[in-house]
């Protein structure tokens, strides 16, 4: 069989295979932006299946499956090199010469498998098609580098593990937020989100078995997307760092003490080396920094990071006093659920704390506490009093605290508190935030 035929029957194959079960995203991928479209994130957070999913908006409209190419570089039967990428436009065109490929959408997964794809999607944005859509892994291809690669012709969108209205969608379709007999089948809802994740693959497996893929998960990410990228040497090292990274979530990361740790230990590791490797796991999604707020965005960039692993269940099932602290598992899903709906969130903490303040074109536009428990007045008191500070200090009339399962209306120092819980802010009430 000739490169070309191998290629016309992975071409029809793609074309005429029935799509598996696909969830619906939250992310709004345009499918006629005249932009080459990228697709970014944590490895299994469902790349693949957001392409497919965009396969399928395009049928359901009535386009013709040979109007849609699609090709997966992972697949071992496509052995292509740079000067040999042009085949694919070949192998299409002899299938389908009637067609007019600008008006055709073209799908590639896995791209960075062939050096010099670059030069050939770029070709073939300018000369063919506007309609192409690719991802990469991060194990060999970051967003950033696509955006670089690409200079300007693209648009990338995150892909993050599901979020809580995407969870809800899957395991309990046709609840509504809206519906008081719904309230407590949410509310349980929540609590098993919290504890195993987002990831696609592990939503509907048995906890034992779910564990077992998320620590593959995390070792995979260590050895492939740190160790065999960036060329890292110490590889145990490394993996003692990504877990106290992890196993720090909810907190303030402190490289000090790390150093400290690993020195005490007898292991020499400079500090250079463990900011680089702080901004290596921060590169490929496994955890997320979140700075300290100052209206100087270079102070801000220098403060001290809070850190969130990007998954409460690949937390919990890494580190077991992050699996049995459900107000670090609570806090950690809450900044998620921002940053997955694109939100730019800090902390403030100025002789008080705040947890999140989300600012919009540089502005504060919120202020919100989290709070496992509020029962006990002390509690309750030192977190309205962070909450009060912080709205005072950006002129803000009203501030949330996000609970488990309190729910109150409170007025302090002139600023209007909702106590809500996280169920029902991340499903209602947040998605007007």
């Known amino acids: 069989m000739t490169r070309k035929d191998q290629l016309k029957t992975i071409i029809?194959?793609?074309?005429?295979?029935?799509?598996p079960e696909i969830w619906d995203r939250a992310a709004d991928v345009p499918l006629d932006s005249g932009k080459i479209i990228t697709l970014s994130g944590v490895r299994r957070s469902g790349k693949t299946y957001c392409l497919l999913r965009l396969i399928q908006r395009l049928r359901a409209d009535g386009l013709e499956t040979n109007h849609i190419l699609y090709i997966n570089f992972e697949d071992e039967r496509?052995?292509?090199?740079?000067?040999?990428?042009?085949?694919?436009?070949?192998?299409?065109?002899?299938?389908?010469p009637e067609l007019n490929l600008s008006e055709c959408f073209f799908f590639f997964d896995?791209?960075?498998?062939?050096?010099?794809?670059?030069?050939?999607?770029?070709r073939l944005y300018e000369t063919v098609s506007r309609r192409v859509f690719i991802t990469g892994s991060n194990a060999r291809l970051l967003s950033r580098e696509i955006a670089t690669a690409l200079r300007g012709r693209s648009v990338t969108y995150e892909i993050y593990?599901?979020?809580?209205?995407?969870?809800v969608g899957v395991v309990h379709p046709g609840l509504t937020p809206h519906k008081s007999a719904d309230a407590a089948k949410l509310a349980r809802a929540f609590g098993g989100f919290v504890k195993q994740g987002g990831f696609p693959e592990t939503i509907k497996q048995a906890p034992g078995l779910r564990e077992k893929i998320l620590q593959e998960y995390f070792n995979v990410m260590v050895f492939r997307d740190l160790v065999e990228r960036y060329e890292i040497s110490r590889a145990q090292t490394l993996k003692y760092f990504c877990?106290?990274?992890?196993?720090?979530?909810?907190?303030?990361?402190?490289?000090?003490?790390?150093?400290?740790?690993l020195k005490s230990q007898g292991y020499k590791v400079g500090k250079d080396t463990l900011y680089a490797w702080r901004d290596y796991i921060d590169?490929?999604?496994?955890?997320?920094?979140?700075?300290?707020?100052?209206?100087?965005?270079?102070?801000?960039?220098?403060?001290?990071?809070?850190?969130y692993i990007i998954d409460a269940g690949l937390g919990a099932a890494m580190d077991y006093k992050f699996a049995e602290d459900r107000g670090r598992q609570l806090e950690t899903t809450s900044a998620l659920e921002f940053?997955?709906?694109?939100?730019?969130?800090?902390?403030?903490?100025?002789?008080?704390?705040?947890?999140?303040?989300?600012?919009?074109?540089?502005?504060?536009?919120?202020?919100?506490?989290?709070?496992?428990?509020?029962?006990?007045?002390?509690t309750l008191e030192r977190e309205i009093k962070g909450l009060t500070l912080a709205c005072a200090r950006f002129g803000l009339r009203e501030g949330t605290v996000i609970t488990f399962d309190h729910a109150e209306q409170i007025q302090k120092n002139g600023v209007n508190i909702t106590i809500v819980p996280a169920w029902k802010y991340f499903l209602f009430l947040g998605a007007e935030a």
């Open 161 to 167: 593990p599901l979020s809580f209205s995407e969870y």
């Open 110 to 122: 896995e791209i960075q498998e062939i050096e010099g794809w670059e030069r050939f999607i770029a």
């Open 12 to 19: 029809v194959d793609a074309q005429e295979r029935e799509l």
């Open 78 to 96: 496509i052995r292509l090199k740079e000067d040999e990428l042009d085949t694919i436009l070949q192998s299409y065109r002899e299938l389908y």
């Open 243 to 261: 877990k106290r990274a992890l196993g720090a979530s909810g907190g303030e990361f402190s490289l000090n003490k790390i150093f400290n740790e």
């Open 339 to 378: 940053l997955k709906r694109g939100k730019q969130i800090s902390y403030l903490q100025n002789g008080f704390e705040c947890d999140f303040v989300v600012a919009e074109k540089g502005l504060v536009t919120q202020a919100i506490q989290i709070a496992e428990d509020i029962s006990a007045p002390e």
């Open 283 to 307: 590169d490929v999604y496994l955890c997320r920094f979140v700075n300290k707020y100052s209206d100087s965005t270079v102070k801000a960039e220098n403060s001290r990071k809070k850190t």
